[in-house]
Every structure is written in C-alpha cells, then in structure tokens.
C-alpha cells in the first residue's frame, strides 16, 4: 500500500489541465466581486465606516470567500455564484432612498514643472484591487489544491496544458514585473537612474526572497514532506524564481532601454522557442533520464527563468503605460521619460503615446490574437514546466485582459479624473496642482489593502500554514464538509491577520 507522502505526489502528478475559456469565466467572479463592492460603497452606506465588524464581514465575503467558493463549491456553477451576487446589487441599485456619489468629472490642474514623483506615479485603485485578488486566489489554490473538492483541472499541468495554478504563478511575475516598473518611471523622471546602483539594490532586495527560497527548501527537506520534481526540480522553487526577476532586469536594462520591453520580451522568447524546439532543450527538459549535477536535478526551474521573465518584461511594458498619471511621451515602447521630455514632447502626437485605457484594450487583443493564432497553427501547445513561447503570451494576454476589466470597472462607477496640463512658464514656482483630490481617492476594500501592504508576508504565511495543515490532517480522505470548514478557517485567518498588521500600520511588503 502506497504511503500517504505517495498518494499526495500521485495526487497532483501527470494532470492535464483544462480549458482556458473555463478559467476566465471562473476568475471572472474576481471582477464581479469588485463590481459589487464599488455599487455597495458608492449607492449604500455599508462601508462608511469601514472599521466596523459588519463592514469588514462584507467585505470578506465578497472579496475572499467569493474566490473560494469559485475554485471549489461553485466551480461547476460560476453562473450561479455570479448571479447571488448581482441579485443584490441590482436591488440596492433600484433602491432609489440610497445616496449616491457624484461621479469625478471636474477638471484637475497638474503642473508638470512642480509634480511631485509621488504624484506623477500615484496609487491606482484598481491595480491594487488587481493584485490583491490574485495573491488571494493564489493563497487559496495552494492549500486547496490537495483536497479533492478542488477540482483536477485547476492543479499545475505535468507538461503541457493550461490550469489556472498554472496561470497563478506567470501573473504573479507579470504583476512583480508591472509594479517594478513604478522604480524604472520614477529614476528616469527625476534624471537619478544609475545603473550600478540600482543592481546593488536588486541583489539586496533579492536576499530576503532568496532566504524564504531556502527555508522552504530546508523544510520540504527535513520534514519529509510531498514533492513534485517536475515542477521545479530537485531543489529549486518559485521563491528562487521570484528573487531573480529584479536581478535579471536591472542586468538587462541597457537592453530594455534600447528594445523596449515588449519587444526584447518578443525576442526572447521567440529565440527561446527555437532553442527548445531545433537545439534540443525541450528533449532535455522532458528527458526521463537520471538526474546527475546541479544543473540537472533543477533542469525545469533554471530553463524556465528565461519564459518568466520574459513575463516579467511584458509586466514592466505594461507598467509603463498604466502607472503614471499622465500619458509620457512613446510610452508604449519606454520608460525612459524624464520630466524635461516629457514637458518638451507634450504636445508631440504620436501612435505610440496611450491612455491607460486605450494601451490595456491594445495589448489585450495583441496578445489574445497572437495566443489564438500560434494555438492554432502551432505544432506545441502551452506549457508552464517549460515556460514557452505560448505561455508567455497567454499568462500576458490574461492579465491584461483582467486589467482593462478592472479599470473598465473603476472608470464605470467612480469616473475617471480629467486632466488638464498646466505649462506656463509663470507656473514654475506655484504648486499649481489639484492632486490632493486624486491622492485622497482610494476605492481599495480594506481587506484588499491590507493584503496588497504585506502580500509577501501573507504568501509566506500561506506557505506556512499549508505545510502545517497538510502535516496534521489528511486532506485525500477529507469530505466536503470538512474541507470546506478547513478552506474557510483557513482564509478567514489569513485575513484576519493581515488586517491586523493594517490596523497597526505595519507594512513589509
């Protein structure tokens, strides 16, 4: 009879996946959630006062439990979990005693010559939503993935395929890429980017990710827990792909400047396509043969780095459009706009300056045709173990996609601030700017703050947790009861205690 270690590594070994229009129809209820928190903050008076037990339960419900019941209960039944949460709000939106909140439509000065950085690259409600929900359904899949009520289908792919664990681990490269674009903006804004600089910091700030790489190492190890030696390898894991994105972006940058990111991401991972295809790394990856040195026994982790981060790059790209609050100069092909360009180019038209929204529907449907096109015609199908060409733009043409739906959200409940450019050489001195009104906007549920300040600490925890419980229970044998109240204790934690670190204004990242 096979141990219980065995029958878990046999749980989640040589699976297939499943259909990719399933996984944007399950994940579409993240958008539906927000939808629903914005008309109950904008046309009632749940949220007003958001520290109340009530307010913070709601929210819960909405923002995390929906994202639970997604992936397990209601996992054959989206449209029915969709549908109890419209219901509601369609009521509350006929409700015609509840107030409601005046759109933003005035018109707000900003002066290029005095901005401040933190004001040319403000918090964006709905990127920050976006993030949120995915570290969320992250944290969820991967505990939730070793009990039977979570269907086969979600679970990390052997080889080829597509799974929504599959797609979780690209968009969270392609969120860590869109969010370090924020740094690239800022330098090249102020004219303080320097190349040595910024590499000493990346390998700083890749320590802590690299520790956290080696604890779980140390105790998968020791503790004798499940593996899956396809996914990674022998010893490598996701946190030693994590903490080498910054460093391989700070190393490339002169590249990135000069390409672009979306275009040396297009490089690359058509020249790593070849090379798994004609010079045998696909065959050395896939090869069932004994594993022998470093190289090899972490086979799969080290040749994915290269479809990762190519991930990564298309997340940096993306920042460069959607991140500031006014459209620089060519911002679809660099993030190296200083702020005299940018004041010196601003009346310059050009194809290839875009609105945040206009530049999510561009390369949503650039990624969703080229995706739809290669499946078509191409012999390979996607893969996540090897991270290929196919991949890439998958996990790339899904998180755009998911971004413009977010931002169509925001825009179709809150509005969006009109900007007018004020550039008068008679401004220079004056703080000319109605920023503040942007600034003091935050359409953020708190239970999503609080996730979006610690979101590595809460997937540590996760991380944590998971190994825990999966040591003193046996999740095969559980029944859908007990399952469900194990998920459910398990995220309610998760949040509690994030929410806590928010109240007490601890914020690590």
Not at 11 to 22: A, E, I, R
Not at 160 to 178: K, Q, R
Not at 327 to 332: A, C, E, I, K, V
Not at 413 to 426: A, F, S, T
């Amino acid at each position: 009879m096979s141990s219980l270690k065995e029958r878990k590594e046999s749980f989640v070994t040589d699976l297939t996946g499943g259909d990719t229009l399933d996984i944007y129809q399950i994940t579409s209820i993240s958008l539906t959630s927000y939808l629903i928190w914005c008309i109950l903050k904008k046309k009632s008076d749940t949220f007003r006062h958001e520290n109340t037990f009530i307010a913070n339960a709601i929210d819960f419900m909405i923002n995390w439990n929906n994202l639970l019941l997604s992936v397990t209960t209601y996992s054959n039944k989206i449209k029915s979990l969709t549908l109890l949460n419209i219901l509601p709000a369609v009521l509350i939106i006929f409700n015609k005693s509840i107030t409601t909140t005046k759109k933003t439509s005035d018109v707000l000065n900003v002066n290029l010559n005095t901005i401040k950085p933190s004001q040319f690259l403000p918090h964006k409600s709905y990127i920050t939503v976006y993030r949120s929900q995915m570290m969320i359904i992250t944290c969820i899949c991967i505990l939730a993935v070793d009990f039977p009520i979570f269907p086969r289908r979600f679970a990390k792919v052997e080889t080829w395929g597509t799974s929504l664990m599959d797609l979780g681990v690209g968009s969270f490269v392609f969120s860590m890429g869109l969010i370090s674009s924020r740094s690239y903006i800022r330098q090249n804004f102020t004219s303080t980017y320097s190349y040595s600089k910024n590499l000493l910091k990346s390998l700083k700030n890749s320590i802590p990710l690299i520790i956290l790489g080696l604890i779980r190492l140390i105790s998968v190890k020791s503790l004798d827990y499940q593996e899956h030696l396809t996914e990674y390898g022998l010893h490598w894991n996701f946190f030693f792909t994590l903490s080498a994105m910054p460093l391989l972006s700070n190393l490339l940058y002169p590249l990135i400047s000069i390409f672009s990111p979306f275009i040396l991401s297009l490089m690359i991972s058509i020249g790593y396509e070849i090379g798994l295809v004609k010079y045998g790394l696909l065959e050395f990856i896939v090869s069932s043969n004994e594993r022998i040195g470093f190289i090899q026994e972490n086979k799969e982790g080290l040749v994915s780095l290269i479809g990762y981060f190519c991930i990564f790059l298309n997340g940096l790209g993306l920042g460069s459009i959607i991140l500031p609050l006014i459209p620089t100069p060519n911002n679809l092909f660099t993030l190296n706009n200083s702020k005299s360009q940018i004041i010196k180019k601003l009346n310059s038209n050009s194809l290839f300056t875009l609105k945040p929204l206009d530049g999510l529907f561009l390369t949503s449907v650039f990624y969703q045709l080229i995706y739809f096109i290669v499946d078509t015609c191409y012999v390979y199908g996607v893969s996540r173990r090897m991270t290929n060409f196919l991949y890439v733009i998958w996990v790339s043409a899904y998180n755009c996609s998911f971004l413009f739906g977010y931002k169509l959200v925001e825009n179709f409940i809150w509005g969006e601030p009109n900007y007018k450019i004020v550039n008068d050489e008679d401004d220079k001195e004056k703080e000319n700017n109605d920023l503040s009104n942007v600034e003091s906007i935050d359409q953020v549920p708190v239970t999503l703050t609080a996730v979006n300040n610690n979101s590595l600490l809460l997937f540590l925890l996760a991380n944590l947790l998971t190994g825990l419980i999966n040591m003193k229970f046996n999740t095969l044998d559980a029944t859908i009861s007990e399952s469900t109240k194990i998920l459910f204790g398990y995220e309610a934690a998760l949040c509690l205690i994030s929410l806590i670190l928010y109240r007490l204004n601890i914020v690590l990242r």
